[in-house]
Every structure is written in structure tokens, then in C-alpha cells.
């Protein structure tokens, strides 16, 4: 068995570790996954974008972390390392995801990366007519009514924006949550009261 050689760097991180180690457990990958993604973003390298992004994954459950060792072909473990990288997630939470059948893992919908990607441009435009209201405001305020006019159009089609915005961010969440889990096959259902 062929085990690559690991080039290995020591850090003083003094006040610093306390928080690696709790973002590590919270993002539930190793300090050094944490640490190389982190260092390939400050050194602009492209390797940054195949590390899990912090923000974009899901907290530790609430019960206790247990390690889990399992035996894969080597095309299985390309496969899961993959599938981890693309949706952004550890090999544990995207494991994890798959089990609890996440739409946006199991290629029942669009992949995990689009949900989040059209979520944040909604939310981008959803802001942007936050700051042209505050803008309004300012100029009603003041009783600036010729330029207030020109919001008029983004007034009259605020009310669908936010709604078309609110549906997204419905699709995407349902997409991002396990799916409930359906009756057994097999199994009766309990039987109707008499």
C-alpha cells in the first residue's frame, strides 16, 4: 500500500486554537483540512475552491460525533471524494446528507452548489431593493417628489419580487433538508379504529 508523504508545517496559533478547533468540529472536518483551505485562499491558489467553504455547511447534530471507518474500491473512494468536493461538504457531511436523502446530494434536484448559487443572487437583488426603499424613504422625507417618482416601476413590482425570492428560498431549503422518510415497504400501517 502506497501512503503518500504528508509535508508538514507547525503553527503557533496562541489565542487562535480554541476557535480552529471549534470551527473544525462545528464544520465536522479536520483542523488541517480547515488550516490548507484557509492558506490556499490567502495564497489566491485554485485549490482553495475544492476545500469544503465554511459557510456553506451544516453545523454537527446535535447528538455526539462518532468516527466511522469503512472500505471502499478505490473508484468508490474517487467517487465520494468527488461528490464531497462538488457539493462543497467534508466526505462526512456529504455522507451524511446522502443517507438522509438531501435532495441536492442524491441528484433529485439541481445540485447543491446551483440552490446556493441562485439563493445567493436572490438574495443579492432582494437587497439591492432594500437599499433603493431605504433611498425612497430619504427622498419622501424630504419631499423630493420628482426623483422619488422613478422608484415608482421597482413599487409596483416590489410586492411579486419578494415573492418570486421567498419561492426560490422555499425550493432551496427543501432542497438542502433530508426528505422525510417514507412508510417501509413491507410494514402495515396501523389499522383503522373501529
Known sequence: MNTPTHEFVTVGMRDLKAALVARAQAQRVSVSVLVRAAVARELGLAEASAEPAGATRAAAAAGSIVKLSIRLTRGEAEQLDAGARRAGLSRGAFLAGLL???????GDSASRVDCLAA????SAE???????????TALLRRGEVGPALQYRRMLD?????VRAHLSLAAGV???????RPSARRGESRRPAAS
Not at 157 to 161: A, E, S
Open 100 to 106: 438522509a436523502n438531501v435532495a441536492s446530494l442524491t
Open 119 to 122: 439563493l445567493t443572487a436572490s
Open 126 to 136: 432582494l437587497s439591492t431593493l432594500s437599499r433603493s426603499i431605504n433611498h425612497l
Open 157 to 161: 413590482t416590489l410586492g411579486d419580487d
Open 173 to 179: 431549503l427543501a432542497d438542502l433538508r433530508p426528505a
